[in-house]
DNA sequence: TTTTCATATTCGTATATTCGAATGTATTTA
DNA sequence: TAAATACATTCGAATATACGAATATGAAAA
């Protein structure tokens, strides 16, 4: 996907670079999770998760629909995702 | 390689979330290069270079050979960098 | 409408990262 | 040996990141 330059790979690099973070996102490869089935799933506080969360969608990793009063997540690139967290089989 | 958990995995990415360490890595993707190499082809100052090799080294992404007066640096996991690198493609 | 539930935001503090300047350390050459 | 070359390390200041506690928002249920 379109990120050819060094800054814009290493920000990527960036954001998945907290273990909480990427927990996150390996869960989410499993499908949408709505915020207290990942607060379930990790062991952190609310607020943190949220505060994760919100720079995942910043940097364009993540976004949501919201279900209610719920809102479930999602990855906007499954597959680049995955591709990437292959290499460490 | 054998990084199963997420502290390991996204301590691998923490150290190329910094453009020039992506920099350097993606240039020793080439091949071995001294640090005055390194440093005439990415715009840093020799401290800041060093500081940034040594910082690779410490996370064993790259080893050293000395040469003379010069150390020559090279990736430990050429086939690794390479293969996460190319999702990016 | 009030309450409740799910999630987000703000704020303060602790800790980490980054960089340049200066200095240190080998190794080689004169 | 002394000077030069190549690189590393230390230090301090600026900036960034991380977290919890408290508070805010917004949707739905009562």
Do not use: W
């Not at 973070?21 to 943190?48: F, T, Y």
């Not at 910043?58 to 292959?86: E, H, S, T, W």
Request: net charge positive; with cysteine; proline share 2%.
């Amino acid at each position: 996907m379109g990120m050819r330059n060094y800054k814009n790979i290493s920000a990527f690099f960036k954001v998945l670079s907290h273990p909480t973070r990427l927990m996150i996102v390996k869960e989410l490869l499993n499908g949408k999770k709505c915020v207290s089935d990942i607060r379930d799933l990790i062991k952190a506080r609310q607020s943190n998760i949220s505060q994760h969360l919100s720079l995942l969608k910043l940097n364009n990793i993540v976004a949501y629909k919201q279900k209610g009063k719920m809102k479930c997540y999602f990855l906007k690139k499954p597959r680049l995702i995955r591709d990437i967290l292959k290499v460490f089989l």
